[in-house]
Protein backbone atom coordinates (compact mmCIF):
# COMPACT_ATOMS: atom_id res chain seq x y z
CA UNK A 1 0.00 0.00 0.00
CA UNK A 2 1.59 3.23 -1.30
CA UNK A 3 1.87 6.17 1.73
CA UNK A 4 0.23 8.93 0.95
CA UNK A 5 1.56 12.37 1.69
CA UNK A 6 -0.52 15.37 3.57
CA UNK A 7 -1.16 17.89 1.58
CA UNK A 8 1.08 20.39 3.82
CA UNK A 9 4.01 18.57 3.27
CA UNK A 10 3.54 18.23 -0.51
CA UNK A 11 3.01 21.56 -0.69
CA UNK A 12 6.28 22.58 1.49
CA UNK A 13 7.90 19.86 -1.00
CA UNK A 14 6.89 21.64 -3.71
CA UNK A 15 7.65 25.11 -2.73
CA UNK A 16 11.54 23.90 -2.10
CA UNK A 17 11.94 22.22 -5.05
CA UNK A 18 11.06 25.67 -7.09
CA UNK A 19 13.30 27.47 -4.98
CA UNK A 20 16.11 25.00 -5.73
CA UNK A 21 15.25 25.34 -9.58
CA UNK A 22 15.48 28.74 -9.32
CA UNK A 23 18.98 29.38 -8.45
CA UNK A 24 21.64 29.79 -10.72
CA UNK A 25 23.95 27.34 -10.86
CA UNK A 26 27.09 27.90 -9.24
CA UNK A 27 25.72 31.25 -7.94
CA UNK A 28 28.15 31.47 -4.31
CA UNK A 29 28.06 35.35 -3.85
CA UNK A 30 29.92 35.78 -7.58
CA UNK A 31 28.29 39.59 -7.25
CA UNK A 32 30.43 40.45 -4.66
CA UNK A 33 33.38 38.95 -6.80
CA UNK A 34 32.22 40.75 -9.47
CA UNK A 35 31.98 44.15 -7.65
CA UNK A 36 35.67 43.63 -6.58
CA UNK A 37 36.76 43.28 -9.77
CA UNK A 38 35.21 46.70 -11.02
CA UNK A 39 36.71 48.76 -8.11
CA UNK A 40 40.11 47.04 -8.72
CA UNK A 41 39.90 47.97 -12.48
CA UNK A 42 39.25 51.71 -11.11
CA UNK A 43 42.63 52.10 -11.03
CA UNK A 44 44.34 50.60 -13.92
CA UNK A 45 44.25 51.86 -17.21
CA UNK A 46 45.31 49.99 -19.91
CA UNK A 47 47.71 51.88 -22.35
CA UNK A 48 47.35 54.30 -25.18
CA UNK A 49 47.57 52.53 -29.14
CA UNK A 50 50.90 54.27 -30.19
CA UNK A 51 48.89 54.60 -33.55
CA UNK A 52 46.28 56.92 -31.26
CA UNK A 53 49.00 59.06 -30.25
CA UNK A 54 49.08 63.04 -31.93
CA UNK A 55 52.93 63.95 -33.18
CA UNK A 56 54.60 66.87 -31.07
CA UNK A 57 56.58 69.61 -32.04
CA UNK A 58 59.96 69.94 -31.25
CA UNK A 59 62.20 72.93 -31.33
CA UNK A 60 65.91 72.66 -31.36
CA UNK A 61 69.19 75.10 -30.50
CA UNK A 62 72.52 74.08 -31.21
CA UNK A 63 76.00 75.33 -31.57
CA UNK A 64 78.53 73.93 -33.91
CA UNK A 65 82.59 73.85 -34.44
CA UNK A 66 83.33 73.47 -38.18
CA UNK A 67 86.26 71.10 -39.60
CA UNK A 68 86.77 71.28 -43.30
CA UNK A 69 87.47 68.28 -45.12
CA UNK A 70 87.53 68.91 -48.83
CA UNK A 71 87.44 72.30 -50.25
CA UNK A 72 89.22 72.04 -53.62
CA UNK A 73 86.31 73.85 -56.17
CA UNK A 74 86.53 77.10 -53.59
CA UNK A 75 90.00 76.91 -52.66
CA UNK A 76 91.87 76.43 -56.11
CA UNK A 77 95.53 75.24 -55.38
CA UNK A 78 98.22 78.04 -55.09
CA UNK A 79 95.42 80.47 -53.86
CA UNK A 80 94.08 81.45 -50.34
CA UNK A 81 91.38 79.45 -48.83
CA UNK A 82 87.80 81.07 -48.20
CA UNK A 83 86.70 77.59 -46.92
CA UNK A 84 88.37 77.48 -43.08
CA UNK A 85 87.51 76.08 -39.64
CA UNK A 86 84.97 78.00 -37.53
CA UNK A 87 82.36 77.97 -35.61
CA UNK A 88 78.24 78.37 -35.53
CA UNK A 89 74.70 78.61 -34.38
CA UNK A 90 71.49 76.61 -35.63
CA UNK A 91 67.95 76.30 -35.14
CA UNK A 92 65.53 73.18 -35.90
CA UNK A 93 61.64 72.80 -35.76
CA UNK A 94 60.36 69.58 -36.45
CA UNK A 95 57.31 67.58 -36.48
CA UNK A 96 57.57 64.08 -34.24
CA UNK A 97 55.74 60.81 -34.53
CA UNK A 98 55.48 58.17 -32.22
CA UNK A 99 57.15 55.56 -34.41
CA UNK A 100 60.53 57.56 -34.58
CA UNK A 101 60.06 59.25 -37.45
CA UNK A 102 60.35 63.41 -37.81
CA UNK A 103 59.78 66.03 -40.36
CA UNK A 104 61.64 69.24 -40.11
CA UNK A 105 63.32 72.56 -41.17
CA UNK A 106 66.56 73.86 -40.31
CA UNK A 107 69.05 76.88 -40.37
CA UNK A 108 72.28 76.91 -39.82
CA UNK A 109 74.80 79.73 -39.96
CA UNK A 110 78.49 79.11 -40.13
CA UNK A 111 81.14 81.96 -39.40
CA UNK A 112 84.49 80.57 -40.78
CA UNK A 113 88.57 81.24 -41.09
CA UNK A 114 88.81 82.67 -44.89
CA UNK A 115 92.62 83.52 -44.66
CA UNK A 116 91.90 87.48 -45.01
CA UNK A 117 90.13 86.94 -47.98
CA UNK A 118 86.95 88.38 -46.25
CA UNK A 119 86.62 89.78 -43.35
CA UNK A 120 84.09 86.84 -42.33
CA UNK A 121 83.24 84.35 -44.14
CA UNK A 122 79.47 83.43 -43.51
CA UNK A 123 77.91 80.14 -45.12
CA UNK A 124 74.19 80.06 -44.42
CA UNK A 125 72.01 77.21 -44.95
CA UNK A 126 68.03 76.37 -44.80
CA UNK A 127 67.05 72.75 -45.43
CA UNK A 128 64.58 70.51 -45.16
CA UNK A 129 65.18 67.15 -42.59
CA UNK A 130 64.20 63.95 -42.18
CA UNK A 131 64.94 61.95 -39.22
CA UNK A 132 64.51 58.52 -37.65
CA UNK A 133 64.86 58.49 -33.72
CA UNK A 134 65.60 55.01 -31.90
CA UNK A 135 64.75 53.41 -28.67
CA UNK A 136 61.52 56.23 -28.20
CA UNK A 137 61.07 54.75 -24.27
CA UNK A 138 64.28 55.36 -22.95
CA UNK A 139 66.24 58.15 -21.79
CA UNK A 140 69.03 58.10 -24.18
CA UNK A 141 67.59 58.84 -28.19
CA UNK A 142 70.07 58.14 -31.06
CA UNK A 143 69.02 59.24 -34.02
CA UNK A 144 69.96 59.43 -38.05
CA UNK A 145 68.84 61.86 -39.90
CA UNK A 146 69.62 63.58 -44.09
CA UNK A 147 68.90 66.77 -45.11
CA UNK A 148 68.72 68.89 -48.38
CA UNK A 149 68.87 72.16 -48.96
CA UNK A 150 70.10 75.36 -50.40
CA UNK A 151 73.04 77.82 -49.10
CA UNK A 152 74.43 81.52 -49.36
CA UNK A 153 78.37 81.77 -48.78
CA UNK A 154 79.77 85.23 -48.73
CA UNK A 155 82.13 88.08 -46.94
CA UNK A 156 80.00 88.86 -43.58
CA UNK A 157 76.78 88.09 -44.67
CA UNK A 158 76.56 89.19 -48.35
CA UNK A 159 75.90 87.39 -51.17
CA UNK A 160 79.43 86.13 -53.19
CA UNK A 161 77.66 82.93 -54.14
CA UNK A 162 74.18 80.10 -54.20
CA UNK A 163 74.68 76.77 -53.88
CA UNK A 164 72.67 73.35 -52.97
CA UNK A 165 73.92 70.93 -50.31
CA UNK A 166 73.17 67.72 -48.41
CA UNK A 167 73.95 66.45 -45.59
CA UNK A 168 73.95 63.47 -43.66
CA UNK A 169 74.19 63.34 -39.61
CA UNK A 170 74.29 61.15 -36.96
CA UNK A 171 73.34 62.02 -32.96
CA UNK A 172 71.78 60.84 -29.81
CA UNK A 173 69.54 62.99 -27.41
CA UNK A 174 69.55 63.27 -23.59
CA UNK A 175 66.28 63.74 -21.88
CA UNK A 176 67.04 65.71 -19.03
CA UNK A 177 63.37 66.36 -18.38
CA UNK A 178 59.89 65.35 -19.51
CA UNK A 179 60.05 68.17 -22.39
CA UNK A 180 64.21 69.16 -22.22
CA UNK A 181 66.79 67.13 -24.23
CA UNK A 182 70.21 67.34 -24.19
CA UNK A 183 71.65 67.45 -28.44
CA UNK A 184 74.77 65.93 -29.61
CA UNK A 185 75.26 65.50 -33.17
CA UNK A 186 77.65 65.14 -36.16
CA UNK A 187 76.34 66.26 -39.49
CA UNK A 188 78.80 65.68 -42.56
CA UNK A 189 77.90 68.72 -45.33
CA UNK A 190 77.94 67.86 -48.62
CA UNK A 191 77.36 71.20 -51.06
CA UNK A 192 78.27 73.06 -54.49
CA UNK A 193 78.14 76.59 -55.64
CA UNK A 194 77.87 78.76 -58.41
CA UNK A 195 81.45 80.14 -59.84
CA UNK A 196 82.33 83.69 -58.26
CA UNK A 197 85.24 86.19 -57.52
CA UNK A 198 87.02 86.91 -54.31
CA UNK A 199 87.07 90.62 -55.11
CA UNK A 200 90.14 91.35 -52.59
CA UNK A 201 92.72 88.38 -54.66
CA UNK A 202 90.91 88.50 -57.94
CA UNK A 203 90.65 84.63 -57.91
CA UNK A 204 87.77 82.99 -59.64
CA UNK A 205 86.49 80.32 -57.49
CA UNK A 206 84.31 76.63 -58.35
CA UNK A 207 84.23 77.48 -62.04
CA UNK A 208 85.14 73.55 -61.97
CA UNK A 209 82.03 71.27 -60.53
CA UNK A 210 83.08 69.29 -57.46
CA UNK A 211 81.82 69.22 -53.77
CA UNK A 212 83.08 70.79 -50.73
CA UNK A 213 82.97 68.59 -47.75
CA UNK A 214 82.68 69.52 -44.02
CA UNK A 215 82.47 67.56 -40.76
CA UNK A 216 80.61 69.73 -37.83
CA UNK A 217 80.31 68.80 -34.00
CA UNK A 218 77.35 70.10 -32.62
CA UNK A 219 76.01 70.43 -29.44
CA UNK A 220 72.42 72.26 -27.65
CA UNK A 221 68.81 71.56 -26.11
CA UNK A 222 66.11 70.34 -27.92
CA UNK A 223 62.12 71.41 -26.57
CA UNK A 224 59.66 68.81 -26.75
CA UNK A 225 55.90 69.75 -26.78
CA UNK A 226 54.66 67.09 -24.21
CA UNK A 227 52.15 65.06 -25.83
Do not use: K
Not at 43 to 61: H, N, Q, S, Y
Amino acid sequence: MTPRLSTPFATLVLLVSASAAAQPPGDTGSGQDASDADVAAEGFELPRDPDAIDPVLAVDVHFSAVVPIASGPLCPPGEECVFGAGGGVGLGLERRWPNGIALGIGYDAWFLDSNNVYELAVMQMLSARLRYYFLPESIVHPWLGVAVGALIFGDTLQIATLGVAGVAEVGLEWELTESIALLLGIPFRFFTTSSFQTRRDRVERAEEPGLNVAAAFQFGLAITETP
